[in-house]
């Protein structure tokens, strides 16, 4: 359906320019796919949705494998999903074996991103129609569990979570009221119209990658490129699919994770890298350069890209941070997630969910060839790469509106998250906040009109199966959360890395 | 946890508890009530939780974060004090690509770990930021043809 429409000249154009500069992109430490897909949502504009989402879908596909090169080359993950790829893969680069551990490494995200496209284009349909049995209550709680969720899952303090999640949710309601009209916490003319989502986002997820650059001062790259040497791509093959058990557990772990909301590709890497050690009978040479390693890692960390956009292609409930920037992506063509995206827009809804399929054979065609530039250009040093973000930063959230009221926004936004996490705050749940917040308010007043009619707010909120099943995973997953923490078995989060980053320098 | 970041994690707590308190008393005491109706339930639990976490900043009970160096603080304000004169002055008087090219060559040569005593530093610098000039330029103007904040250059 619409597969054709990938094909188009122009689209294709699109969804190559995506991925090639997705892999460059995803191989610079410090620009996240999240950030990658943020800065790019500006160039999207002028393009019609479907086309708009084919560039941000393929950037989002291609940053994630890009990583790897980052990983295997440097030792240096270009993003945090590719944290357990450096572990042999950095290590077969050393003894020799870079041009087969990058092989390796494309084919089992091209593989595990395949299987993970096909689950997205089999579940979202389904889903999207199961969606309408959503009323305002369900709708309201499903938002208020998307924030829960990844205020909980993805922070280092289960309490810093929810609190960046509830400041996301306070910022969404600055303006005027949607029914009565009222002023709320306008402090500044700027802010008048509301906190515009786009600039938000630019704002918080790149000014904080800047001041992190800024913060390194005048410190020259240590890494070196490590030189490849020729391997047969078609040996690679072979070692892939020989290794079936690996690129199995890979692409399931990462799919399941993926469905999550919250749950980042850091976690399916680690997850996945984990078990296969466990799982397999070399289980000793983990973490000395082998094949192994590097299959589970990047096939569960591309596996869990198309699981990640259902929650928000059928529920309109961003289960991740790039989601969140893919759903502003949308809402800015006035096209809503949901029965509305299948339903009325199905040209856009196809064309996008097809162009990332093929968007992850064209990574692994060309993430083989683009290695080395993207490498190279992962050396580039800080100033310049802090000076390139803050210019594309501007430019993107003046663009929205025309407005410099979003670009001081955007600053103050970023500069203030910058100093929030360093002090254990997350970005990810306060942009979801952000983002969900609207969603939460519309369908609580809705309801709550409903209830007044009816029955009790009470009753209409916390009665009902889906209800219950909601409000249970909130608990469930603030209350998992915490029992980790105080058993202090959390898995790494962005902080972790950070922290590990600063010990290690 | 030592005495800088324990003392810098009150302050940010501190700061975070005093805006939740803020939020729950405008959506408490504002009118009309069913404007607030929705902030009044998040503001409540933000600042409990607000609060808990100042209540922890307080007792030296905070795990995560590792707060701000001197060495990180020093390294980052020139280039955040050029960020802000670039966002909230520059970008808008001089005109987005004037101040672009400026302020890149700035962040280039403040944080640029080549030596400041050789010509060929900063012609290489140069360089560098007319190339980026250029590409800037051909992207956005030539290419995309979209606004950028224009004054008194371009």
């Keep these: 359906m619409y597969f054709g429409d990938v094909f188009t000249p122009f689209n294709f154009m699109l969804l190559l320019v995506g991925t090639i500069g997705g892999l460059i992109l995803g191989a610079t430490p410090g620009l996240s796919p999240t950030m990658a897909v943020a800065l790019l949502i500006p160039f999207t504009f002028k393009l019609e949705p479907a086309q708009g989402l084919i560039l941000l879908g393929a950037a989002y596909t291609s940053t994630v494998a890009g990583g790897a090169v980052s990983a295997i080359l440097l030792k240096i993950p270009g993003a945090p999903a590719n944290i357990a790829t450096t572990l042999d893969g950095h290590t077969m680069a050393k003894n020799g074996q870079g041009a087969k551990a990058l092989q390796l490494s494309f084919l089992s995200s091209a593989v595990g991103g395949v299987f993970g496209v096909l689950l997205l284009i089999f579940l979202t349909p389904m889903l999207a129609q199961w969606a309408l049995a959503f009323g305002p209550s369900e709708l309201f709680w499903l938002a208020i569990l998307g924030v829960t969720v990844i205020g909980s899952l993805d922070s280092s303090?289960?309490?810093?979570?929810?609190?960046?999640?509830?400041?996301?949710?306070?910022?969404?309601?600055?303006?005027?009221?949607?029914?009565?009209?009222?002023?709320?916490?306008?402090?500044h003319p700027s802010i008048a119209g509301g906190i515009n989502v786009i600039p938000a986002l630019i704002g918080l997820f790149a000014i904080p990658q800047v001041i992190t650059m800024f913060a390194k001062g005048r410190r020259k790259l240590e890494a070196e490129v490590i030189k490849v040497e020729k391997h047969p791509i078609k040996d690679a093959f072979t070692e892939v699919f020989r290794r079936s058990r690996a690129l199995t557990i890979g692409t399931l772990t990462g799919s399941i994770i993926g469905l999550i909301p919250g749950v980042g590709g850091q976690i399916a890497g680690l997850v996945a890298y984990d078990q296969s050690k466990k799982l397999s009978p070399e289980r000793d040479k983990f973490g000395t350069?082998?094949?192994?390693?590097?299959?589970?890692?990047?096939?569960?960390?591309?596996?869990?890209?198309?699981?990640?956009?259902?929650?928000?292609?059928?529920l309109s409930i961003?289960?991740?941070?790039?989601?969140?920037?893919?759903?502003?992506?949308l809402l800015i063509h006035g096209i809503f997630p949901g029965s509305d995206l299948f339903d009325n827009h199905p040209d856009v809804a196809w064309t996008f969910i097809n162009s990332m399929l093929i968007g992850q054979i064209l990574m692994c065609v060309f993430g083989l060839y683009v290695a080395g530039l993207a490498a190279r250009v992962a050396q580039v040093p800080n100033a310049v790469m802090a000076a390139v973000v803050l210019g594309l930063a501007v430019f993107g959230s003046y663009s929205v509106q025309?407005?410099?009221?979003?670009?001081?926004?955007?600053?103050?936004?970023?500069?203030?998250?910058?100093?929030?996490?360093?002090?254990?705050?997350?970005?990810?749940?306060?942009?979801?906040?952000?983002?969900?917040?609207?969603?939460?308010?519309?369908?609580?007043?809705?309801?709550?009109?409903?209830?007044?009619?009816?029955?009790?707010?009470?009753?209409?909120?916390?009665?009902?199966?889906?209800?219950?099943?909601?409000?249970?995973?909130?608990?469930?997953?603030?209350?998992?959360?915490?029992?980790?923490?105080?058993?202090?078995?959390?898995?790494?989060?962005?902080?972790?890395?950070?922290?590990?980053?600063?010990?290690?320098? | 946890?030592?005495?800088?970041?324990?003392?810098?994690?009150?302050?940010?707590?501190?700061?975070?508890?005093?805006?939740?308190?803020?939020?729950?008393?405008?959506?408490?005491?504002?009118?009309?009530?069913?404007?607030f109706l929705f902030p009044r339930i998040i503001s409540t639990v933000f600042a409990c939780l607000a609060i808990w976490t100042f209540g922890k900043a307080i007792l030296g009970k905070t795990k995560v974060g590792n707060g701000l160096s001197f060495e990180a603080t020093r390294n980052i304000l020139p280039g955040l004090v050029v960020a802000f004169v670039f966002v909230f002055w520059a970008a808008k008087s001089l005109g987005f690509y004037t101040a672009s090219t400026i302020v890149f060559f700035i962040l280039l040569?403040?944080?640029?770990?080549?030596?400041?005593?050789?010509?060929?530093?900063?012609?290489k610098r140069g360089i560098i930021?007319?190339?980026?000039?250029?590409?800037?330029?051909?992207?956005?103007?030539l290419l995309l043809n979209v606004f950028t904040p224009k004054e008194i250059l371009f």
């Design chain 1, 402 to 505: 025309n407005s410099m009221g979003d670009v001081y926004i955007m600053m103050a936004l970023g500069t203030g998250m910058f100093a929030l996490e360093r002090f254990g705050f997350s970005a990810a749940p306060l942009v979801l906040g952000l983002i969900l917040g609207p969603i939460a308010e519309a369908n609580f007043i809705q309801g709550s009109m409903i209830a007044n009619a009816t029955s009790s707010v009470g009753h209409y909120f916390f009665t009902g199966t889906l209800n219950l099943v909601l409000i249970s995973i909130v608990i469930a997953s603030v209350g998992y959360s915490v029992w980790m923490e105080l058993r202090s078995k959390r898995y790494t989060t962005k902080e972790d890395v950070i922290a590990q980053e600063e010990t290690a320098t």
């Design chain 2, 109 to 123: 040569s403040l944080y640029d770990p080549a030596p400041h005593n050789q010509p060929k530093t900063w012609i």
């Design chain 1, 318 to 329: 961003p289960g991740s941070p790039t989601a969140a920037v893919l759903l502003g992506g």
């Design chain 2, 1 to 35: 946890m030592n005495g800088l970041p324990r003392t810098q994690h009150i302050m940010a707590s501190g700061v975070v508890a005093a805006i939740g308190v803020w939020v729950a008393y405008i959506s408490y005491t504002q009118q009309p009530e069913g404007a």
């Design chain 1, 157 to 187: 303090s289960v309490v810093k979570g929810l609190l960046s999640g509830c400041i996301g949710l306070w910022l969404a309601t600055i303006g005027f009221d949607d029914i009565m009209g009222a002023q709320r916490f306008i402090f």
């Design chain 1, 289 to 314: 350069g082998h094949s192994e390693g590097v299959i589970a890692a990047e096939s569960a960390n591309n596996a869990m890209v198309g699981p990640s956009l259902v929650p928000l292609l059928t």
């Design chain 2, 129 to 141: 930021s007319i190339g980026f000039l250029a590409v800037m330029y051909s992207l956005f103007a």
